[in-house]
């Protein structure tokens, strides 16, 4: 029945995979099912009107370069932080704005998270005023506030976390990593947000919407 079922929709599986390969914007996310009693992954590539799903014994970028999508994919895509390099990487601000409620409430001194969030906030004001209106593009009055901003709330939370300055390699996280880990990231070169920027999606729930009901039936059933 398993075989059959694969046959029939094989056709089919390769047209959905060769349109996300050339989509403009991409999601991609895993998730954990089990497999043979094992712990396998369930890939996913998706947008607005395809989505593909794989499995795969392994998770990040060897379980997505397995299962085919994203290394030929030229487009934007949305994931969590995987390395490829040759791909236009684009941050999902939901998982953004949950990084920075969750250093405002643990270091209430990080005065930079709250203005971060709340340049987040009008910014997708912005842009979803935009949408409604027709536009393609934000003004440029826009993007030179909304960028010199960005860039002035980078390194205030560079200074308000120095690296640490000490030569030996010492295990565990860190002090000050957990505030560091949401400021660092944002002002790596080639790191953007596609809401503002493109007038695109602003989070990457897609992908996880996709994946949902994986977790249904695993959580149900312990199997498929």
């Not at 009693?37 to 998706?46: E, Q, Y």
């Not at 409604?132 to 860039?151: I, Q, V």
């Not at 002002?187 to 947000?193: A, E, K, M, P, V």
Request: aromatic fraction near 8%; charged fraction near 30%.
């Amino acid at each position: 029945m398993v075989k059959g079922c694969t046959d029939s929709l094989s056709e089919k599986a390769s047209k959905i995979k060769d349109k996300m390969i050339g989509s403009a914007l991409g999601h991609f996310d895993e998730t954990g099912t089990r497999v043979d009693k094992k712990l396998w992954w369930v890939h996913d590539a998706s947008n607005c009107e395809y989505t593909y799903l794989d499995i795969s014994p392994k998770r990040k970028t060897a379980g997505m370069e397995q299962c085919g999508i994203l290394p030929e994919f030229k487009g934007t895509a949305m994931h969590d932080s995987w390395n490829y390099p040759d791909i236009r990487y684009v941050v999902c601000c939901a998982h953004l704005l949950r990084e920075l409620t969750g250093i405002t409430e643990d270091h209430p001194e990080q005065k930079w998270a709250p203005a971060f969030t709340n340049l987040l906030l009008k910014m997708k004001k912005v842009k979803d005023k935009a949408v409604e209106k027709g536009k393609e593009s934000l003004s440029y009055y826009h993007y030179h506030k909304f960028d010199k901003k960005y860039d002035e709330l980078i390194e205030q939370a560079r200074k308000e976390n120095p690296p640490p300055e000490t030569t030996e390699k010492k295990r565990g996280r860190k002090k000050g990593e957990n505030s560091r880990s949401c400021g660092t990231p944002c002002g790596l070169q080639g790191i953007s947000l596609p809401f503002y920027t493109l007038l695109r999606g602003s989070d990457n729930n897609q992908a996880e919407r996709d994946l949902w009901m994986i977790k249904v039936k695993t959580k149900v059933s312990r199997c498929f």
